[in-house]
């Protein structure tokens, strides 16, 4: 051994005599003995007292990968995360937070400035929660390992993923102390994995009602912090959803309610900025202002930096739980060069109109709550609304027929609806079939309808485009007549309950059938109808207000959706339309859901309109572009104005001006998909 390596040089300056007395006595003449004291003396070194704001200030950087803004994370930019991300600092009683808020305010990225501070400063197990596991994944890439990547501090404690490394994973994290797991909300056995000091909840209303099948998966993933008492953090963070269902309102309203309070720069009145008081010209959303509660006076836009740093989170109610608090925010506190108030006045003017519109921009927007109305209009006034035509005639503007059929025990009551654009529709047939599943006389007149025609005002025949019929009675008996019969026309329908899906209707899924006493696996195809959607739609039509005669006379049309009802329709049938109301039920602990109850006992009326609507959306209905629904009126014989801005779109492009980065050799067209649901 060199002289050199001997004896160790000094660390940090001159060796103190307290550094003597503690090695006094041992041997240090090997090799790496300078950094085991180094590293000795860093343990006897106190953290810092950081907050996680703090924290992220000092060592969060962000890349162009995962942020628009890239370089070192400044909280100053949102002045309004600095409580939030404190309270979840280790020195803040609070337990469980809160934060319910409209969509791109930097939620997450507060989130994750926590699982830094965690990885760095106060290890221990944490859970982080998304929706599914694939957002988890995508989180992992997009989110989780930049964070880590770009930060000296995270990177010298993170292991990059290996593949044989099983605890540095896309989905499991390692660090000195601790360890961070990422799963999914439908997944139970990731929400049972490990106990945890720490649980992150991401975007919790799109969480699933239970994970498979196991409960709530925000009751599970809690149930992870039982073993860490006092110690434990929860952060629950999401866009609101549905009044009633929605997991952050519940929260929140459980809290003590914080508003971020900001001054008026003309008179400094401290108030929580609300949308209503968000004034703009008519019809010119760029010159929004907000106007002050205390001067009345407008605050230009040019003011918000300044208003939010000099904010301050107050709370407005008593929290049921001591521990527990809660942050609201809207858009309107989005920082310059985000979203603007010209920006949020303009997407609210355009969401009008539109029901899901209306309640997206609620909800993503304000940080608002949609209220959905279950409300059935009352049949008496349906009855006046009655329009006069024939019984099995199809109206002008109807462009496609779709059937719904409910089995009952001892019958099939079937109802034949006409669309036009804009879903509107018109009942065209009522028709109740004598006899049950077990009667084949029964099945074989379901099978004429399939052929039968109903004629249209211009002179033509129309035929059923789609056939939607329930299984939930007899599925057996509707799996082997809808084989026999073929599914290119019939859609075999399963309701499903709950408004979290990710789409109206689902599927095919292939289900095994009895044929003839034979089981025939995957014989039949299965669509899955979340009937909550469509039976809240179909009250939402029915309530569209029409234009008045003098309306009418100008050339006012039905607003796209409207119902029509022939005056064939009887007072029964009027009944059964309405026959359900969306109620709130809470379980034994207090969470709540929404479910349709009947109001009276038959209701065949209105499941056969949601089979019905089912069977437009799985036509396309939904889905077809303006070309198709011109294509359509031009078969019917129906003369509409196309409106200005698809005519812009339509308009055939001059030869003459070739466009930059354009093929110069035309392509062959691709055929255009032309319905035909009319003949002579």
């Not at 009602?209 to 998966?217: C, I, K, L, N, R």
């Not at 654009?421 to 009667?439: A, F, K, M, N, Y």
């Not at 099978?447 to 025949?461: D, I, V």
């Amino acid at each position: 051994m060199s002289e050199s390596s001997s004896t160790p040089s000094p660390i940090f300056g001159s060796r103190s005599d307290d550094d003597n007395d503690l090695t006094e006595g041992l041997d240090l003449g090997f090799d790496g003995a300078e950094d085991l004291l180094r590293v000795w003396r860093q343990g006897l070194r106190p953290d810092p007292n950081l907050t996680v704001s703090e924290w992220a200030d000092a060592h969060r950087w962000l890349g162009s990968r995962a942020s628009a803004e890239p370089g070192r994370y400044r909280t100053a930019r949102t002045p309004y995360l600095r409580a939030i991300m404190d309270a979840l600092s280790p020195g803040h009683p609070a337990q469980r937070i809160s934060f319910m808020k409209a969509a791109q305010v930097g939620a997450t990225e507060a989130g994750n400035n926590w699982i830094g501070f965690v990885i760095h400063h106060a290890p221990g197990p944490m859970l982080a929660v998304l929706p599914t596991v694939e957002m988890a994944k995508r989180s992992s890439r997009g989110r989780i390992d930049p964070l880590i990547a770009e930060s000296p501090a995270l990177r010298e404690r993170v292991s990059p993923a290996r593949s044989r490394d099983a605890g540095n994973s896309m989905l499991s994290k390692e660090f000195p102390g601790g360890i961070l797991v990422l799963t999914g909300a439908n997944s139970a056995t990731g929400l049972r994995s490990m106990p945890a000091r720490y649980v992150f909840l991401d975007e919790v209303d799109a969480y699933p009602a239970s994970a498979d099948e196991e409960g709530d998966p925000v009751t599970l993933a809690e149930a992870r912090t039982t073993t860490f008492a006092h110690r434990r953090k929860v952060f629950m963070v999401s866009t609101p959803t549905i009044r009633g269902l929605s997991r952050i309102e519940r929260e929140f309203e459980a809290s003590d309610q914080r508003r971020y309070f900001v001054p008026c720069p003309h008179c400094g009145t401290m108030q929580w900025l609300q949308f209503d008081r968000l004034r703009w010209a008519k019809g010119k959303p760029e010159t929004a202002a907000y106007h002050c509660e205390g001067c009345e006076r407008p605050i230009a836009e040019h003011h918000k930096t300044e208003m939010l740093a000099k904010g301050e989170w107050r709370a407005t109610a008593v929290a049921t739980d001591p521990k527990a608090i809660g942050f609201h925010l809207s858009a309107l506190y989005s920082p310059l060069g985000w979203k603007s108030w010209a920006d949020v006045a303009r997407e609210w003017l355009a969401a009008q109109g539109s029901e899901e519109m209306l309640r997206a921009a609620r909800n993503t927007l304000l940080g608002e709550t949609w209220v959905e109305s279950g409300d059935a209009p009352e049949w008496q006034r349906l009855a006046d609304r009655r329009e006069a035509w024939k019984v099995g005639m199809v109206p002008m503007a109807g462009l496609f027929l779709t059937a719904g059929a409910d089995v009952q025990k001892d019958r099939i009551e079937v109802d034949i609806w006409a669309w036009g654009r804009g879903l509107e529709s018109w009942l065209v047939d009522h028709i109740v079939i004598p006899g049950g599943p077990d009667d084949p006389a029964a099945w074989d007149k379901l099978t004429a309808l399939l052929c039968r025609s109903w004629q249209h005002a211009n002179g033509a025949f129309m035929t059923v485009a789609r056939f939607g019929i329930d299984t939930g009675y007899e599925a057996a008996a509707v799996y082997a007549w809808s084989r026999k019969v073929g599914f290119e026309q019939v859609a075999p329908l399963k309701g499903l309950e709950g408004f979290n899906r990710a789409a109206p209707v689902s599927g095919p899924t292939f289900v095994d059938a009895t044929i003839g006493g034979k089981r025939l696996r995957r014989g039949a195809r299965l669509w899955s109808v979340a009937t909550a959607t469509f039976k809240a739609e179909t009250y939402r039509f029915l309530r569209i207000e029409r234009p008045s005669d003098e309306e009418r006379a100008t050339g006012v049309l039905d607003a796209p959706g409207t119902i029509h009802l022939p005056g064939w329709a009887d007072t029964e049938w009027l009944k059964q339309l309405v026959a359900e109301q969306l109620v709130t039920i809470r379980n034994k602990r207090g969470y709540a859901h929404q479910e349709w109850q009947k109001m009276r006992e038959r209701n065949e009326a209105l499941d056969c309109r949601v089979y019905a609507r089912a069977a437009a959306w799985i036509l396309g209905a939904d889905r077809w572009d303006e070309a198709t629904w011109r294509r359509l009126e031009a078969q019917a014989g129906v003369e509409t104005r196309m409106p200005a801005a698809v005519a812009t779109e339509s308009a055939p492009p001059d030869p003459a001006q070739p466009k930059a980065g354009t093929l110069t050799t035309p392509r062959r067209r691709r055929r255009a998909y032309t319905p035909n649901f009319m003949r002579d």
